[in-house]
């Protein structure tokens, strides 16, 4: 496997505006409201900051959830009734759409079984707005996907305990892509620890039914997501607790898997190593002649971010794309990263603390794979396979 700096390679290395989380807290996620970005905070304070967009500065604090807040998101709509909202879910069992502007819950589902919380590992709203999924950790023999109608949030409509036989790490409902037919239906994708990727039929009660489609990773699954191929038709991306990555159809037949570390560029004027997946992005148009709009924001130990594309998924031979490197803005590992394409800025997240605003714009086309490098390079570019890997990321609390 290659990594390739395209031609319009740029790298940054002082943000635009930074701040610094009370309490030494990590920053966890981050989410774009209209006049905020929602981050949320580790322990102690397991806190949402919403920061004025304009100047970074904290505009309000929402108490959270009483333990770990495990996700954070916005959407577009929930029930009709509260538009780009904010949810969260953590392991206190609840889900919770948020009123930024009351600073208080609007709705909140608790996850229990005979009076037991159950805490919660992933969550999403259907692009309809009319239901909500919630993924719980493992507890005893289940693990399972609990689905609410947001207009009756006091219990679940239904509980699905076959899906999945360990924690539910990921759940995201599909969205087409600004271009493509709406499409009818809610299909959600699902992944878990227990190393299967699974899409379901979130409007049908019996759960034998349910299940779609089924592709076994065969390791434990940390993130998971959707992308879109140029014309519209989906496929899916997920990625293990070591760092191997992968692409599969929509029927969940696997396309591609690699190590995201190996793919790494050594010059005299230029070195990337990536340590480990920050997360992925759907950009709004595929770059260049690429066939798909994912793009991979990777990070090294020392607190760097790159974003990575690939042209193809389908032709293993295609290269790895390196456009842009964002360096010296963190210490240590990186947590979240949030690219608001609409104000051309890149949000980054860590360990450290630190919310780290960059300037930034749409990586240029990239005319063919094959022409990406550039041609005054002297030293090759090589792939380092055999580097020590017993760095790893550190888990999410």
């Known amino acids: 496997m290659s990594l390739v700096d395209v031609p319009s390679y740029r790298t940054s290395t002082a943000p635009a505006k930074s701040i610094s989380l009370q309490g030494e807290a990590y920053v966890l996620s981050i989410a774009s409201l209209p006049s905020y970005y929602a981050v949320s905070s580790s322990s102690p304070s397991n806190a949402i900051h919403l920061f004025d967009k304009a100047r970074l500065q904290n505009a309000q604090t929402l108490a959270g959830h009483e333990s770990s ?44 079984t005979a009076g037991t919380t159950r805490g919660l590992l992933s969550c999403d709203v259907s692009a309809d707005g009319m239901t909500i999924a919630a993924g719980t950790e493992l507890q005893g ?13 006091a219990a679940p409509l239904r509980t699905h305990s076959s899906t999945h036989s360990d924690d539910i790490t990921a759940l995201h409902f599909f969205r087409p892509a600004a271009s493509a037919t709406p499409q009818s239906g809610n299909v959600l994708l699902s992944a878990s620890s227990d190393g299967l990727l699974c899409t379901s039929n979130a409007d049908e009660a019996d759960e034998d039914e349910a299940g779609l489609h089924v592709g076994n990773f065969g390791c ?15 496929a899916a991306w997920a990625s293990s607790d070591m760092e191997t990555f992968s692409v599969w159809t929509t029927e969940l037949d696997r396309i591609q898997e690699a190590d995201i570390r190996q793919p790494s560029v050594h010059r005299q004027d230029m070195t990337w190593v990536t ?11 595929p770059i260049g002649e690429a066939d798909n709009d994912l793009c991979i924001f990777a990070g090294s130990n020392e ?17 790895w794309l390196l456009h842009h490197t964002w360096c010296s803005g963190h210490v240590g590992v990186v947590r979240a990263v949030l690219w608001d394409e609409r104000n051309n800025v890149l949000l980054t997240g860590g360990e450290d603390s630190k919310l780290n605003v960059w300037s930034t714009q749409q990586p240029a086309p990239v005319a063919s794979p094959g022409k990406a490098k550039r041609e005054n390079d002297v030293d090759p570019m090589d792939v380092d396979e055999d580097r020590d890997v017993s760095v790893r990321k550190k888990r999410r609390a």
């Not at 607190?303 to 290269?319: C, M, N, R, W």
């Open 69 to 112: 807040i495990t996700t954070l998101r916005s959407v577009p709509n929930v029930a009709n009734a509260v538009t780009h909202a904010l949810l969260s879910s953590g392991k206190d069992g609840a889900v919770k759409v948020w009123d930024e502007r009351a600073g208080s819950v609007a709705l909140r589902m608790t996850a229990s």
């Open 141 to 153: 023999d289940d693990a399972s996907i609990l689905y609410w109608d947001p207009r009756s949030p």
């Open 220 to 234: 434990s699954i940390a993130q998971a997501g959707w992308l879109h191929e140029r014309t519209g038709r989906p």
């Open 275 to 285: 340590d480990y997946l920050i997360g992925c992005h759907n950009i709004s148009n």
């Open 303 to 319: 607190g760097d971010v790159a974003l990575i594309t690939k042209s193809t998924f389908s032709d293993p031979s295609a290269p």
